[in-house]
């Protein structure tokens, strides 16, 4: 079992500790060659099984895969068990922060962790990158309980509602004999554009929040992703 560290900007930080998050998609750093023919990822196993190794191949007319591959990739974060601490964004208490240092009081000792999902007060502190991070601030571990790689665009309804998306409840004004009642509606936060702060599903909730992360144009571009699975093993607490 194997440790490595992982980014999550602040929103899905607060995903994580909230439980709504348990997989991310991470762009394939070299993407398989582009064909005129659908491909075929397949996972080399060890005897677990866990995921060592996925190589991707043209698909054949009768629907089997070419024996030759197109390209072969190993897994960045790891395989099955191994664990990802997770970066965020943080700042090292200061003890001169404490306008009653020469008192008992319930402020952290010097040096303590913050964490900007947890601690941002607006007032204008000074923050470290999450990139940053030395392992000994981070507070969250995650365990990896699956590994498979897809088209970014492939995700479905169920794992969108599972990369954290924001589910908000609305009331619409239903007519009824006599007047009229309110009705709850479930909808999606949009993270993307302003003026469509609702989204009528959880994957073009998450189209809006891979756009607002990676750009306008990289949904359109629908590269292959690693979904990486996980449970918190350590940490959770907001």
């Not at 070299?30 to 080399?44: A, E, G, R, S, W």
């Not at 964490?115 to 470290?128: F, L, P, Q, V």
Request: hydrophobic residues 35%.
């Amino acid at each position: 079992m194997k440790e490595r560290p992982i980014l999550f900007n602040t929103l899905m930080v607060n995903a994580i500790l909230e439980g709504r998050k348990t997989q991310t998609r991470r762009v394939l750093k070299v993407q398989p060659p582009l064909t005129d023919k659908n491909i075929m990822p397949l996972y080399t196993m060890e005897p677990e099984p866990k995921v060592t190794e996925v190589t991707m191949h043209e698909v054949m007319d009768n629907g089997m895969p070419f024996p030759s591959s197109l390209s072969r990739h190993n897994c960045p974060y790891g395989k099955i068990g191994d664990h990802l601490w997770v970066r965020e964004t943080f700042r090292l208490f200061d003890s001169d922060e404490c306008p009653h240092a020469d008192f008992p009081c319930g402020c952290p000792s010097w040096g303590t962790p913050l964490y900007r999902a947890s601690h941002d007060c607006g007032d204008g502190e000074k923050w470290t990158p999450s990139i940053h991070m030395p392992r000994s601030a981070s507070r969250i571990l995650l365990e990896i309980t699956n590994i498979r790689v897809e088209r970014l665009q492939d995700i479905s309804e169920g794992d969108a509602v599972s990369e954290g998306v924001e589910p908000i409840i609305i009331q619409d004004n239903i007519a009824i004999e006599g007047g009229w009642t309110k009705a709850d509606r479930q909808m999606w936060k949009g993270y993307k554009n302003k003026d469509r702060a609702y989204r009528d599903t959880a994957k073009d909730s998450f189209t809006s929040l891979w756009q607002e992360i990676n750009g306008s144009d990289s949904w359109a571009v629908n590269p292959w992703v690693w979904v990486v699975e996980f449970k918190v093993v350590q940490g959770g607490e907001p």
